[in-house]
C-alpha cells in the first residue's frame, strides 16, 4: 500500500451550487469525494470544502486575505 509521502497526485469530483437561504442570502453547498480512497463530504460553505481537501491531504491549503 502505498503511503501518503509516496502519492504526488490525489483527484477529487466536486458538484458545488448556489442556494439561497429563506431572506434570500445565497450560500454555496455542495458535496466532494475524494477519488482514491471513496471518502466524501458535503458542505455548507466554501471553507468546509477547503478543510475536507485539508484533512485528505494532509496539507493545507494556502490561505488569501478576504
Given amino acids: 500500500m502505498e503511503t501518503r509521502r509516496q502519492r ?6 466536486a458538484r458545488i451550487w448556489l ?3 429563506q431572506n434570500g ?5 455542495g ?3 475524494h477519488v482514491q480512497d471513496g471518502r466524501e463530504s458535503y458542505f455548507q ?5 477547503c478543510d ?4 485528505v491531504s ?3 491549503s494556502p490561505r488569501h486575505p478576504n
Fill in 8 to 13: 504526488s497526485l490525489d483527484s477529487f469530483v
Fill in 19 to 21: 442556494e439561497h437561504e
Fill in 25 to 29: 442570502k445565497p450560500r454555496w453547498r
Fill in 31 to 33: 458535496r466532494i469525494r
Fill in 45 to 49: 460553505d466554501l471553507q468546509e470544502m
Fill in 52 to 55: 475536507f481537501l485539508e484533512d
Fill in 58 to 60: 494532509g496539507m493545507s
